[in-house]
């Protein structure tokens, strides 16, 4: 079994998330499972206790949460309580949820300004989309931003809003690099919108000239570290070739004619070296998330290495091979837009809770895990997606459903804290037929390929292609039984 979640996903309606604030009751959940209050709980005592249903543990209902139950045993107003009756909402967070004031929404552009960079256009094409929706950004008037532009040295960038013009500052040794200013880095954008629109006009520019091929990103996105570590947000990368000096470099490893075709070959799809999946690791810890833009002229990019930025913060990459071709410059500008305009929850962390008597044996996607089940997500948009594989651990189950829920805790643009939580509750049955004709169809090859990917990430190809030969074998098997022991 298995479960494909979204949690941000737009509203194919437009009908926004209903908002529950319990004022002095607080946030109800089961004191045992923390499973959070849902539509398929069960009132009891006369609406003064309630049965999860997840691990059947009763609860007391908080004074001010208290109302009677009606004939059919339903609380009276449970048509004006959209936790009872939605299967998604969103509760507003109260002070214990929070350990420290609500985030800003932080964008930190880290650009590649090398000779790739600038004669493929990446750098052009860029600064122009970002210049176009820089006033769009989401959380006005809290919305910070900042910029760091390398090469084989890397750059930063003051931007008060009280100077003239931008100022430059290059670090001169990026292996031992330092903040040049503590501050004015990072700068609000309503305040130095001016002066920002200064630095996107002239940036091209400044750099056209540039001959020097090598870039050093490992010291770029250190720097950003340093820039953002203490409130956290979104770090936007632009690669235009493999880094090449410094911290982090790698070198070509597609040309290796002896590994490719063999047992072997599915190494090169595993990172050569795990300097950025550590820099990932801290930089979930500090709440930033990383996407990345790498635009390649043909030449090889090592996408296995460099996706471990995005992987581990939650965030993605967006990979442009043989770049520039017009279509590619088109979907540049529309996928910058998309990763910079969407909904996001800032300074995230998920947990997927099941019925007693299932657990969740795997996940699938971009995060980083906290102890068992605590998917940490410095930015969670409304694109992100994992697969969750369910096991059942139980003989029999002693409930009609197996429940299902997600609970992501954010921050909104706005600096709201809030948890969204889905629950969906799934009908028990021992008629296989029944089970064949509710999968869906569309979930179920995404867990599959998720699942078989993973499994030729670790032990090869051949084994990834194996897998999901059996399970499609044990699908036909499982079906052609189901329909023989009815009849059918």
Avoid at 52 to 66: H, I, L, Q, R, S
Avoid at 368 to 374: E, Q
Avoid at 423 to 435: G, H, K, M, R, W
Wanted: net charge neutral; aromatic share 8%.
């Amino acid at each position: 079994m298995g479960i494909v979640l979204q949690p941000m996903a737009e509203s194919p309606d437009g009908v926004p998330v209903p908002t529950v604030n319990f004022g002095t009751a607080g946030v109800i959940r089961c004191k045992r499972c923390r499973t959070y209050i849902n539509p398929f709980v069960e009132f009891i005592d006369s609406g003064r206790r309630w049965k999860c249903n997840m691990c059947k543990t009763n609860n007391d209902v908080p004074n001010p949460y208290f109302c009677h139950l009606d004939a059919s045993g339903k609380r009276s107003d449970v048509e004006q309580r959209p936790e009872l009756i939605k299967g998604q909402v969103e509760y507003v967070a109260p002070q214990e949820y929070m350990v420290r004031p609500p985030q800003p929404p932080v964008y930190l552009f880290v650009l590649d300004v090398s000779y790739h960079a600038i004669a493929s256009g990446l750098l052009h094409h860029a600064v122009t989309t970002i210049k176009e929706i820089l006033s769009e950004l989401p959380g006005s008037p809290r919305t910070q931003v900042g910029f760091i532009t390398y090469d084989n040295t890397v750059q930063f960038y003051n931007l008060k809003h009280t100077m003239s013009q931008p100022q430059m500052m290059v670090c001169p040794d990026p292996d031992d690099s330092f903040l040049p200013i503590p501050e004015d880095l990072l700068v609000n954008l309503s305040e130095s919108s001016t002066i920002v629109s200064q630095l996107l006009d002239v940036l091209p520019d400044m750099f056209k000239n540039n001959r020097e091929m090598n870039t050093n990103l490992g010291s770029a996105i250190e720097a950003g570290y340093r820039v953002m570590g203490q409130t956290g947000g979104k770090m936007v990368i632009f690669q235009a070739s493999l880094p090449s000096v410094g911290k982090g470099s790698l070198k070509p490893r597609a040309g290796d004619g002896r590994v490719l075709g063999t047992k072997d070959e599915f190494k090169m799809l595993n990172p050569a070296d795990l300097y950025y999946k550590t820099q990932a690791v801290e930089f979930s810890r500090q709440q930033i998330c990383c996407e990345i833009f790498v635009a390649s002229s043909g030449s090889y990019s090592d996408i296995a290495t460099l996706s471990c930025l995005s992987k581990y913060t939650g965030g993605g990459l967006n990979y442009y091979q043989n770049f520039p071709h017009q279509k590619d410059s088109d979907r540049l500008g529309k996928d910058i837009k998309r990763v910079l305009l969407r909904e996001t929850a800032w300074e995230s962390v998920a947990r997927v809770r099941v019925t007693q008597g299932c657990r969740i044996s795997a996940f699938y996607g971009n995060y980083y895990i906290r102890g068992a089940d605590l998917l940490a997500l410095p930015n969670c948009n409304s694109d992100w997606t994992v697969c969750l594989e369910i096991t059942h651990d139980a003989q029999s189950l002693q409930s009609s459903t197996i429940c299902v829920q997600s609970a992501l805790l954010f921050t909104t643009s706005r600096g709201e804290r809030r948890i969204r939580v889905n629950t969906v509750a799934l009908p028990v049955t021992d008629s296989e037929q029944d089970i064949f004709k509710a999968v869906n169809i569309t979930a179920l090859s995404n867990l599959m390929m998720k699942s078989a990917t993973q499994t030729a990430l670790t032990s090869g190809l051949a084994s990834g292609r194996q897998k999901l030969t059996r399970q499609c074998t044990d699908i036909v098997r499982g079906w052609r039984q189901a329909n023989s022991a009815y009849g059918g």
